[in-house]
């Protein structure tokens, strides 16, 4: 999805997420563009777990089912919340940065990586 680069207002990724067992180690969900550092915002699945980057756990079993994942991006606030099925499961403060754009997928991060697969569907992007 090109051309969704943004810099101010409120921003909102929504889409229906699949990561089948096996993926570990890897990032499926990301704002890009921050400050001293290339994201403000990862989602990365550990052992079934969907985790703010390698840290807080944002969704138990994670694996083998279609869930709705929402992202709300208020840069003048500099705050992410982050919803799964429609239930609040994080917020958390920006890192800045003056361009961001929304990635999804599978990207291998620091740690081992066993089986990288993510499926995406429906996935939609909001401006206020």
């Known amino acids: 999805m090109a051309g969704y680069d943004y810099s101010s207002g409120v921003w909102q990724f929504e889409g229906y997420g699949y ?12 704002v ?3 400050g001293e550092t290339a994201t403000t ?19 138990d079993a994670i694996y083998d089912r279609w869930f709705r994942l929402n992202v ?10 982050v919803y ?3 239930e609040q499961k994080l917020h958390v403060h920006g890192r ?5 754009f929304f990635k999804f997928g599978v ?10 697969e993510s499926r995406w569907k429906d996935v939609r992007i909001f401006k206020k």
Not at 41 to 59: C, F, K, P
Not at 72 to 81: F, I, K, N, Q, R
Not at 111 to 116: K, L
Request: aromatic share 8%; with cysteine; proline share 2%.
């Open 19 to 30: 990561v089948p067992s096996g993926t570990t180690g890897v990032s499926i969900m990301q």
């Open 32 to 34: 890009f563009g921050a």
């Open 41 to 59: 915002l990862m989602l990365h699945v550990y052992d079934g777990a969907l985790r703010y980057y390698d840290r807080q756990v944002v969704e």
């Open 72 to 81: 709300v991006h208020d840069v003048e606030a500099s705050t992410l919340t």
């Open 84 to 86: 799964i099925d429609g």
């Open 96 to 100: 800045g940065g003056n361009s961001h």
């Open 107 to 116: 990207y291998a991060q620091n740690h081992d990586s066993s089986c990288m």
